[in-house]
């Protein structure tokens, strides 16, 4: 695999897990017109378990390609994968950061 091809796989990657998170945010932010003021027991064991579930697909998104590569005996590519995604995940986050330093 090209290392431009890693690089365009990373961010595409990276990107996704930015899109993710955004959408579990937008679904945190709107819980209280799901479950009230208070949650209860039922809104805390949907948070644990959404966190949980968001683990479970963050590291899917991150590592399931590159782990698909290493286990396939390619491990070098599967580790520049890796390596690609988490710096561009660090360049989204520098980003996503900026903007919201400027509109804040």
């Known amino acids: 695999?090209?290392?431009y091809r890693k690089a365009l796989l990373?961010?595409?990657q990276a990107a996704g897990l930015v899109v993710y998170c955004g959408a579990?945010?937008?679904?945190m932010l709107n819980l209280q017109a799901i479950?009230?003021?208070?949650?209860?027991?039922f809104g805390i064991v949907f948070f644990l378990?959404?966190?949980?579930?968001?683990?479970?697909?963050?590291g899917a998104i991150v590592l399931g390609y590159p782990a698909y590569l290493a286990l396939s005996g390619r491990f070098k590519?599967?580790?520049q994968l890796a390596a690609w995604t988490v710096?561009?995940?660090?360049?989204?986050l520098v980003l996503v950061?900026?903007?919201?330093?400027?509109?804040?």
């Not at 950061?97 to 804040?104: C, H, I, P, Q, R």
């Open 24 to 27: 579990v945010a937008t679904l």
């Open 97 to 104: 950061g900026v903007a919201f330093g400027l509109a804040g």
């Open 87 to 92: 710096g561009w995940m660090l360049a989204l």
């Open 77 to 79: 590519e599967g580790a």
């Open 35 to 41: 479950f009230g003021k208070q949650p209860g027991l």
């Open 10 to 12: 990373g961010l595409l």
């Open 1 to 3: 695999m090209r290392t």
């Open 49 to 58: 378990v959404l966190f949980v579930v968001s683990a479970v697909i963050s």
